[in-house]
């Protein structure tokens, strides 16, 4: 079997001269949303008679779930230009309603949304660093040979060189794909796993942290898609002397990033000391289990069980960076959560923690 998908040899040459006829004032709207598991997501297409110009534009949709087979609401909140099928085309992310337009159960957005809108006044900014792992459509690592395994860790962090580097067309497409959606996407690289890669996006304010981190991940899987790979957000793909894959959450408060900001990170962390457990529950789907496979301690990784802290610390739970240090003010990194993680649920507790006055 082939590692690369079928529908990835159809003609591209054929397909272009569809996509380019004229489309008269239709639009096309694909309407986006997380499945019912919380980790993978779906999306459907129809047709509006113009463009919308504003997210109150696009109404309300319904799908039938996986599995249950209930009728669940789509509430668009925010828009996206369409990569795929160009201007004036739009992708647009929904929060998943029951028929009681109560928040679905694993609707995590508007639970954060809430908490996100008690915190407004700190504008608090998040970028986060999402590590993915390539695999062909057999779940075999992209570009490992078919037995046994590539060198060993050590050469391919950043690296370049086609025994190296494996996949970096589908990077360079998704990195295009973000810009061109609008998609606060800030970097890329590759990293120590051959066929793992990381992206990040932001800084983004409050609520958007989750919207564009999620839209950023239907965009890699939707590019991935056209190249016949599949991408995995497992923290641990593969077992062994392999690392894992994270997504490091990056936190800042207006206060912080002002001139003496470091006493509020330091604070700020001092907090997050206390409540290390509750954290690692949030920063994987799975309440801390998939974590538990990633950070084994082994890799240079912090531990689960034990929270640590420290400036220019890749080893550490938070890590205050070397120019954050230097120049008393910026922000802080928290380096526990998983790749699967729900930004929304990771931004939320990082609020509730750093910026509510909440009882111990
Ligand atoms: P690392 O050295 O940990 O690999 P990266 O360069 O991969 O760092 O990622 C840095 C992240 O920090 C980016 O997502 C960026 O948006 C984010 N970031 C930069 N400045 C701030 C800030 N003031 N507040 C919050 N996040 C920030
Ligand atoms: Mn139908
Ligand atoms: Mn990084
Ligand atoms: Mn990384
Ligand atoms: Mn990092």
Redesign the pocket.
């Known amino acids: 079997m082939s590692c690369v998908s079928e529908s990835s040899h159809l003609n591209k040459f054929l397909r272009q001269r569809y996509l380019s006829l004229p489309q008269g004032d239709f639009c096309q709207v694909t309407y986006i949303w997380i499945n019912g598991c919380g980790l993978d997501l779906c999306s459907k297409t129809r047709t509006m008679d113009s463009e919308p110009k504003v997210i109150a534009d696009i109404p309300e949709w319904d799908f039938c779930q996986r599995g249950t087979f209930a009728e669940m609401l789509l509430a668009p909140v925010y828009m996206f230009r369409d990569p795929f099928l160009l201007d004036p085309n739009k992708l647009v992310l929904c929060e998943v309603l029951k028929q009681t337009r109560e928040p679905a159960d694993l609707n995590h957005r508007n639970s954060c949304n809430k908490i996100m809108k008690m915190v407004k006044d700190l504008h608090p900014?998040?970028?986060?660093?999402q590590e993915y792992t390539l695999l062909g459509v057999d779940g075999h690592p992209y570009g490992w040979p078919k037995l046994g395994y590539p060198k060993p860790q050590g050469l391919y962090y950043c690296s370049v060189g086609a025994d190296r580097a494996f996949g970096r067309d589908i990077v360079d497409c998704h990195y295009k794909a973000c810009l061109y959606a609008g998609i606060?996407i800030?970097?890329t690289?590759a990293e120590v796993m051959p066929s793992q890669w990381?992206f990040?996006?932001?800084?983004?304010e409050g609520i958007e942290m989750g919207d564009h981190l999620w839209m950023a991940r239907f965009l890699l899987h939707r590019v991935c898609e056209d190249f016949g790979v599949v991408a995995t957000l497992d923290p641990k793909p593969m077992t062994g002397d392999w690392n894992g894959a994270g997504c490091?959450i990056?936190?800042?408060t207006m206060q912080?990033?002002e001139e003496g900001g470091i006493e509020h990170i330091e604070k700020a962390i001092e907090k997050l000391s206390k409540r290390h457990a509750e954290h690692i529950q949030v920063y994987d789907p799975h309440g801390g289990e998939d974590n538990k496979r990633r950070l084994s301690g082994f890799h240079p990784f912090s531990s689960i069980t034990d929270f640590s802290a420290g400036v220019a610390n890749?080893r550490a739970s938070v890590?205050i960076?070397l120019h954050v240090a230097q120049k008393k003010c910026?922000?802080f990194?928290d380096?526990r959560p998983s790749a699967n993680c729900d930004p929304y649920a990771v931004t939320c507790a990082m609020a509730r923690t750093c910026m509510l006055e909440e009882e111990e």
């Not at 900014?125 to 660093?129: A, K, L, R, V």
């Not at 990040?200 to 983004?204: I, M």
């Open positions: 900014w998040f970028g986060m660093e606060k800030c970097g690289n990381e990040q996006v932001g800084p983004c490091h990056n936190v800042s912080m990033r890749r890590r960076p910026g922000y990194e380096r």
